[in-house]
């Protein structure tokens, strides 16, 4: 495997270990949310944590397909996650965390597409770049519910 393919799998790891990270914050929130806009908020909730676990898969297939072993365990996967956000009980304390960890894996993705494209793995860039705009867009989402 060549240096830049090796650089590429430790991205997708750090991603993967994001978008799980992030889907236990999610999965956590819509388990616990109240108040006034519950439903809604439940029901995002539920679109996020199905769209990230799908994800999951996808990161860690194309790790395979690189030739590299995916991160396989809870331990691997917080360990490459970074710090867990801290617990929350409002319904727009959840929003404003969850709007700052999709800010978090926004970034990552942002810099391992830069590392895709230096190893010109373009199948990789895609997804990413698909990743990213998935975030984004959930981002505006959560920012405008908050306007």
């Known amino acids: ?55 999951l898969d996808e990161v860690a297939e194309r790790i395979r397909a690189l030739g590299a072993y995916a991160p396989g365990s809870v331990t691997e996967l917080m360990a490459l996650a970074g710090p867990e956000a801290g617990p929350v009980q409002s319904a727009n304390d959840m929003v404003k965390a969850l709007l700052s960890s999709h800010e978090g894996v926004a970034a990552e993705l942002r810099g391992a597409i830069k590392v895709a494209q230096a190893a010109e793995d373009e199948v990789t860039v895609g997804m990413l770049t698909d990743r990213l705009e998935w975030h984004e867009k959930e981002m505006w989402m959560m920012r405008a519910g908050q306007a």
Request: aromatic share 14%; glycine share 8%; hydrophobic share 35%.
């Open 1 to 55: 495997m060549s240096t830049q393919t090796q650089n590429t799998v430790e991205s997708l790891k750090k991603i993967l270990g994001g978008t799980f990270r992030l889907y236990v914050q999610t999965h956590g929130y819509h388990w616990n949310v109240e108040g006034p806009d519950f439903r809604q908020l439940h029901a995002a909730f539920e679109e996020q944590y199905t769209n990230l676990w799908e994800a």
